[in-house]
């Protein structure tokens, strides 16, 4: 009778055991989840067409290559691990980092289009597009200045 109650005993506690860590690993995964931010468009200011959404995804995956007034676009983004990049990636262009790297391989390869300038930071970023007014990016806030016209990404 008491060994049929240590049994029952240890399986009880061996799901509880198992509750535990189910419960410890969702709540892990939560807090690393990254709190979703902002993602914000970025041209040069001589650039002032309003973008849909279709029309970024687009021009980021270089089957838009020019701007209304036929000059082309210079892409300007950041590496595929930054957490911006992912972000934008996701957000604005419902695609994942890899699978933008091998439309541009692939455009790239055929001749068909230009490599886009990858920057380290959002500063290099703000500057390259302040010195390119064909250049297009995105930055994580939105930026007052004259020279660079920022729009939020749906």
Not at 7 to 14: E, I, V, Y
Not at 24 to 51: G, K, Y
Not at 128 to 150: D, F, R, W
Request: aromatic share 8%.
């Amino acid at each position: 009778m008491i060994v049929i109650y240590w049994r029952k005993l240890s399986q009880f506690l061996k799901r509880q055991a198992i509750a535990v860590k189910i419960v410890a690993l969702f709540s892990l995964v939560s807090i690393s989840i990254p709190i979703h931010a902002e993602v914000w468009l970025l041209t040069h200011s001589s650039q002032q067409a309003e973008l849909s959404a279709k029309q970024i995804r687009a021009i980021f995956s270089l089957r838009q290559k020019n701007w209304p007034d036929g000059q082309i676009i210079e892409l300007v983004v950041m590496d595929d691990n930054n957490e911006l990049h992912k972000q934008f990636c996701l957000d604005a262009l419902k695609l994942f980092p890899y699978q933008l790297t091998r439309i541009w391989e692939r455009q790239i390869y055929t001749g068909t289009a230009i490599a886009p300038t990858i920057v380290n930071s959002e500063q290099e970023m703000l500057d390259t597009i302040k010195n390119n007014p064909n250049a297009i990016g995105y930055t994580s806030q939105e930026v007052s200045n004259e020279e660079l016209h920022s729009t939020i990404v749906d």
